[in-house]
């Protein structure tokens, strides 16, 4: 087990279903991130969070709203989702400028039907 | 615009035969290049992290090298537990934040 922890692992929902994903580091990072990853596409990253503060949001749709309580704690917020987001979402954490690389947790299987 | 390449997408090899890796990169500057593997089913590890062109790092049978344009992965006489996607992803330099911009990975099977 990696030290990040993403909760459900897998999870499928319905368009008008409203759940959230979970993610904690027990890494005392300060930086954590949401990225997506599709089948055959490169990595893409959702949000950014640096010492709780949101610093980047890569035009991501309304229908995904993050959550970052605290430096150990990221959620996702999902609801009215479409098929199209059905993906491998990972959440990541880093320390200072990652010079020293992410740490990925495993990620949480998304089906929207 | 910043981009990362991988090349081939898939590949191939029988357990022994060596082979390399590519990550191709147009950046307006870089800050770190990054190298991950990523098993099934799990999130991507961190392998290395290469900062200035001529810089080389190892671990056990993989060794990544670092050029002002590309990066190659080299698998020297592989296992079948050497079998991932290997993703490869560079830090912009003079960004304000830490974000990592990956390539789409190569899938490596190696057989026995």
């Known amino acids: 087990e990696t030290g990040v922890t993403q909760t459900p692992r897998h999870l499928v929902m319905g368009m008008t279903n409203k759940k959230s994903l979970k993610c904690e580091q027990h890494?005392?990072?300060?930086?954590m991130y949401w990225y997506k990853q599709s089948a055959k596409k490169p990595l893409e990253l959702m949000f950014v969070?640096?010492?709780?503060?949101?610093?980047e949001n890569n035009s991501v749709p309304s229908r995904f709203s993050p959550e970052c309580p605290n430096s150990s704690h990221l959620f996702l917020h999902l609801h009215t989702l479409q098929p199209e987001d059905s993906a491998l979402y990972l959440c990541a954490s880093s320390q200072d400028s990652g010079g020293y690389g992410y740490t990925f947790g495993s990620g949480t299987r998304l089906t929207v039907v | 615009e910043d981009q990362v390449t991988q090349s081939p997408e898939a590949l191939r090899l029988q357990e022994g035969e060596s082979s390399s890796l590519n990550c191709s990169y147009t950046v307006s500057g870089l800050r770190g290049l990054f190298w991950y593997r990523q098993d099934p089913g799990k999130g991507p590890e961190f392998l290395f992290t290469?900062?200035?062109a001529g810089e080389e790092k190892e671990k056990e049978r993989l060794k990544a090298t670092l050029t002002k344009k590309e990066s190659f992965l080299h698998i020297t006489a592989p296992k079948p537990e050497d079998s991932a996607t290997y993703l490869c992803?560079?830090?912009?330099?003079?960004?304000?934040?830490?974000?990592?911009?990956f390539g789409a990975g190569t899938t490596v099977t190696v057989r026995a």
């Open positions: 890494l005392g990072h300060n930086a």
């Open positions: 290469l900062y200035s």
């Open positions: 969070y640096n010492f709780k503060e949101q610093t």
């Open positions: 992803a560079v830090q912009i330099l003079n960004s304000n934040d830490y974000k990592l911009s």
